[in-house]
């Protein structure tokens, strides 16, 4: 804890980052998917969720999916806005790129929602099965636009949800289904 906090005041600004940090999973959760509804926002915090805790765990070495890094135990910020890694987060300008329509109250309900599911494995395990979606989507790393150029790296365990191809490139999970 710095010197110059109180423990209460340290507890605050310990809160006020986690906050900040969800938000900014939310939104890039919404510029990336909203117009997939809630299955599409899931599966994009999934894939953003499995990153994180893949890194902090360290299963993988965080240059995995951040080039260069050597954060250990990054925040969902971290990972969203390390360089080049999102197109709705603008590295240069450090901000979420705008979008041509705004996001409605709906939208933020429909994601706070797909937020909730994605971050709880119990929950995200049952989600999958009842909506019928790919089982990999469970431990899903990396996720294109369909319209995105062909990319060597990026095609183990590739599938599909929504607009966007999610694949396992870099999960040590990528084994567990050889057979899809």
């Known amino acids: 804890m710095p010197d110059n906090l109180t423990p209460q005041e340290f507890a605050l600004q310990k809160q006020k980052n986690q906050q900040n940090d969800l938000r900014n999973l939310l939104m890039a959760t919404l510029l990336e998917a909203r117009g997939e509804g809630e299955e599409g926002m899931f599966a994009v915090a999934r894939s953003i969720h499995n990153r994180k805790n893949l890194i902090g765990s360290g299963q993988v070495p965080a240059y995995t999916f951040m080039p260069n890094s050597k954060n250990k135990k990054p925040s969902y910020t971290d990972i969203i806005t390390h360089k080049d890694q999102y197109k709705v987060y603008d590295g ?20 706070v929602r797909a937020l909730e599911i994605a971050l709880n494995d119990k929950l995200a395990k049952q989600y999958i099965k009842d909506k019928g979606l790919d089982d990999r989507t469970y431990d ?13 790296s990026q095609q183990t365990g590739k599938f599909v949800v929504g607009n966007h191809i999610f694949n396992l490139s870099g999960s040590p999970f990528a084994d567990k289904y050889k057979n899809k």
């Open 92 to 111: 240069q300008k450090e901000v979420f790129k705008r979008q041509k329509s705004k996001i409605t109250q709906e939208d933020v309900n429909i994601g």
């Open 140 to 152: 899903a790393v990396n996720f294109r636009g369909k319209d995105a150029k062909f990319d060597a």
